[in-house]
């Protein structure tokens, strides 16, 4: 049976749980960064919508993806039912959004499209999951706690899977993983000073995320 492209995304997730956020304001910067991050493996890109004509890149790239090739390509920075609209135009195969939006969510579950809503408190997070989130982006967790304070939420939310999200080093994943995260948003922290170091940053990333 042909999967559905939201179900392609949840496999994709248990894969390769990190959603590899691509936000700069340089467009060449960021399809290099794209790049790196397809080369280290990792299934799930988000190109911003702070990225300068991120669609157009949205295309490019799904345009450039080789026939069999897993990873999927979206768009983080949803924040509006506009910007969904756009972001499904362009092809994006999932949509991330900061907010939790009941507008982005329509968007998103009439186009049957993989969705993370953000939320921060735990009426928010019951609030996305309500409106069909498949993970709930958890957002921004270092400034009200970090780890801890997905652990407290988690007690009596355990069911529902979050991603941790809001900025933080590749070695503070095993911190997260702890703390019950299902999955990671994170970006430049796996960029290094050459592709190389980049490369190696990203599968220290991925294996912290699998563990």
Do not use: C, W
């Not at 069911?159 to 911190?175: E, R």
């Amino acid at each position: 049976m042909t999967q559905s492209l939201r179900q392609r995304a949840r496999a994709a997730v248990k894969r390769s749980p990190i959603f590899a956020v691509v936000r700069t304001d340089d467009v060449a910067e960021a399809k290099r960064q794209a790049q790196v991050f397809i080369r280290g493996g990792l299934e799930m890109i988000e190109v911003t919508f702070s990225v300068p004509n991120a669609t157009e890149l949205v295309q490019e790239l799904l345009a450039e993806r080789p026939s069999g090739a897993s990873y999927l390509v979206g768009m983080g920075t949803v924040t509006t039912e506009d910007r969904a609209h756009q972001a499904i135009a362009a092809g994006s195969e999932f949509l991330v959004s900061p907010n939790t939006s009941v507008s982005v969510a329509k968007v998103a579950n009439d186009a049957d499209t993989y969705l993370l809503l953000g939320a921060l408190t735990p009426t928010e997070i019951v609030t996305a999951t309500e409106l069909g989130a498949d993970l709930v982006k958890v957002y921004p967790l270092p400034p009200v706690g970090g780890p801890a304070y997905l652990s407290i939420v988690r007690q009596p939310l355990g069911d529902i899977p979050m991603l941790a999200g809001g900025g933080f080093a590749v070695s503070d994943i095993p911190d997260y993983v702890a703390a019950g995260a299902a999955a990671f948003g994170i970006g430049s922290p796996m960029l290094g000073a050459s592709d190389d170091e980049s490369l190696e940053l990203i599968a220290q990333a991925l294996s912290h995320a699998r563990a």
